[in-house]
């Protein structure tokens, strides 16, 4: 396979038609490169988008209570619904397929929060010990509200790592030392990051405890959990939930108001489709503007072709077989694809390199980069494209008669 | 060394079928140095054609070393070719975009003769032409007569055992054509059977025996001294 003469013999003929062989490997480079840039775009903005979303947990569903637009069991229009505990211990006990569960009640206004002389003002979310998978929050120090903090009222806070800056200037260790939240000690239990900037602004307490030191009695204001489940039957699951809150609160199932209902799962399968969708579509322009490409070389191969007829002739007289001329040929038109391709290849990366620089801070997109594994496709696409480029004029070199070839003057 | 037997060869262009050889018995002997002569569509660029396997042919028999040449794949006549004969060409078919020594390598390479050595030897054969301090040069900054005897030096690179030159004197002035002839002639004393095609006079009488094609047969052979050898009486065919 490797003949070092033959490459040398292709080499010398290219280097002796430089002009020819830059404007063939030109299409080549061009179409790459537009594959490159497209599909790496069409990565930034998916990053982007993906994200946004994985900032909080991407298969949460999340509930509201509303106002009744329809009269039912004798409840008049426009009653405002209440969540209690109670539902958020039904939903936990008889819906099936829920990963992490959270009810949250909320204190009203932000606190002031204090540790010693340093004052600040973040917000205070009251959760379960689910809610930390539900915000994808991570802990740095120490745990999460637990079980037994809910159990047991006890008043301790996990606060995120930005509130832990903010309070602790000298150097304190945060874990173990008590905060003081409108006035009433928690003692700290651990130190949480969140992959959105907004969440690490926060501090965490027990649920039960804010409904008792905050007057709240037995009210929640949400409820979100994860699934585990597919769109569909998340769907499912919503309906399952809708009726069973109808029932408890009286309200028509119907009713678009009374229950609000979020589901990220669904936007974010959503957002994937479009995705498979939008890369789809980058492939099969990516894939034209190639085909373009080598068309383009093919063309260009066929008038060098026409154009090199007589030393065609001149080396099947002197021994060369139809073998050597396809080879010859063959082998130009892959060379100078490959390295017009990688050329190509390398300056689009180059440019997404820059522009992920420069679009560092604009929203939706991120890292538009073409990952490696598409570099070693689009490689292997450039080696498959030379050879279909070079094959017609080498097949069409190789039936050139000598006799023919020596008579074109 | 060449042998032929009633050979005919036909050209169809369209409509019409052009009848070139119509059939003649020749036979060349190793060693000879023979100039075919004759008028312009007479048919002896075709025979040389034949001979060289750069054409077939379409009836009779055609042995070179006493293999019978028919109708073979285009590697096999590649080979023949490379192994047999050398080429010698009115327009010196030199490759442009390559030196004198790489032209002259460059059957070698058909040989997978390596690079080293093939450079080699083209430099020997270009010294031999006196063309030394040429070899680095482009055929485009080469005289006529030069570029003639590079195409030769690049013929005989292989050792062939035929040479086949089409109108080798046709592109050079008389003093050079005199010149090339006697290159003809010194690798002819080495044993290497010559074949000239030629219109020239001058030229055919420097070789040791002409023949006279007209109308695609053999007109006359003679040998040097003039005398008539044979005579075809089958001009009233035509």
Excluded at chain 1, 286 to 303: D, E, P, Q, Y
Excluded at chain 2, 86 to 114: C, H
């Amino acid at each position: 396979m490797f003949d070092l003469d033959k490459w040398q013999e292709i080499f010398s003929t290219i280097q002796k038609n430089k002009l020819r062989t830059l404007l063939t490997g030109f299409s080549v480079a061009w179409g790459i490169f537009m594959l490159i840039i497209l599909l790496g775009s069409g990565q930034g903005l998916q990053n982007g988008v993906e994200t946004e979303f994985k900032q909080d947990a991407v298969n949460s569903i999340w509930l509201f209570p509303g106002q009744t637009s329809k009269a039912h069991n004798g409840y008049s229009v426009g009653r405002r619904i209440k969540f209690t505990n109670e539902d958020y211990d039904q939903v936990n006990q008889k819906i099936s397929g829920i990963e992490y569960i959270s009810s949250r009640y909320f204190t009203r206004g932000n606190g002031v929060i204090s540790y010693n002389n340093e004052y600040g003002t973040f917000d205070i979310i009251s959760c379960h010990p689910g809610y930390q998978n539900i915000e994808n929050a991570s802990m740095v120090k120490g745990r999460f509200i637990n079980d037994i903090d809910i159990d047991k009222f006890r008043k301790v806070t996990s606060i995120g790592t930005q509130v832990a800056e903010a309070l602790f200037k000298n150097g304190d260790e945060p874990v173990g030392k008590y905060l003081k939240v409108n006035g009433i000690p928690f003692q700290i239990v651990g130190v949480f990051t969140d992959p959105s900037e907004r969440d690490i602004n926060r501090i965490y307490i027990p649920v039960s405890t804010a409904q008792k030191v905050f007057n709240g009695g037995n009210t929640i204001h949400r409820l979100s959990f994860t699934t585990t489940k597919s769109v569909e039957e998340s769907e499912l699951m919503i309906e399952e939930l809708k009726k069973d809150f109808a029932k408890r609160h009286n309200f028509d199932v119907s009713d678009e108001q009374a229950l609000f209902v979020n589901n990220t799962l669904r936007e974010y399968k959503q957002f994937q489709n479009l995705f498979s969708g939008i890369r789809i579509f980058v492939w099969i322009i990516g894939i034209g503007t190639i085909i373009a490409g080598i068309v383009g070389v093919s063309n260009i191969m066929m008038i060098v072709v026409k154009e090199r007829t007589k030393e065609i002739g001149i080396r099947k007289a002197i021994g060369a077989s139809p073998g050597s001329i396809i080879s010859l040929i063959l082998f130009e038109s892959i060379l100078i694809t490959s390295i017009a391709g990688y050329i190509g290849l390398v300056m689009g990366v180059g440019l997404l390199e820059l522009l992920s620089k420069a679009m560092e801070n604009v929203p939706f997109i991120k890292d538009p980069q073409a990952d490696f594994s598409v570099a070693i496709y689009a490689t292997i696409l450039l080696i498959i494209s030379g050879a279909i480029a070079g094959f017609v004029p080498a097949n069409k070199a190789a039936k050139i008669k000598p006799i023919i070839a020596l008579r074109d003057e | 060394m060449i042998r032929i037997e009633s050979l005919h060869k036909s050209y169809v262009t369209g409509l019409n079928k052009l009848h070139v050889l119509k059939g003649f018995d020749l036979n060349i002997e190793e060693g000879e140095l023979v100039s075919i002569m004759g008028s312009s569509g007479s048919g002896k660029s075709t025979l040389l054609n034949i001979i060289g396997i750069l054409d077939n042919y379409d009836e009779g028999k055609y042995y070179l070393d006493n293999m019978l040449i028919s109708s073979m794949s285009e590697k096999k006549a590649a080979l023949l070719r490379n192994k047999y004969i050398g080429f010698v060409f009115q327009s010196f078919n030199l490759i442009s975009f390559k030196n004198a020594l790489e032209n002259v390598a460059l059957p070698l390479y058909y040989q997978n003769v390596g690079r080293k050595k093939r450079n080699m030897m083209a430099m020997e054969f270009l010294d031999k032409m006196e063309l030394r301090e040429w070899a680095h040069h482009l055929p485009n900054e080469l005289s006529g007569g030069q570029k003639q005897r590079i195409a030769i030096a690049r013929a005989l690179i292989t050792k062939p055992r035929v040479i086949l030159a089409d109108e080798p004197t046709g592109a050079l002035d008389s003093a050079t054509s005199i010149e090339v002839m006697k290159i003809f002639k010194e690798i002819n004393d080495q044993g290497v059977t010559v074949l000239i095609v030629t219109h020239e006079k001058d030229i055919s009488e420097m070789t040791n025996k002409i023949i006279r094609l007209k109308d695609g047969l053999i007109e006359s052979i003679e040998t040097r001294n003039g005398k008539p050898i044979t005579h075809s009486k089958v001009e009233a065919y035509v």
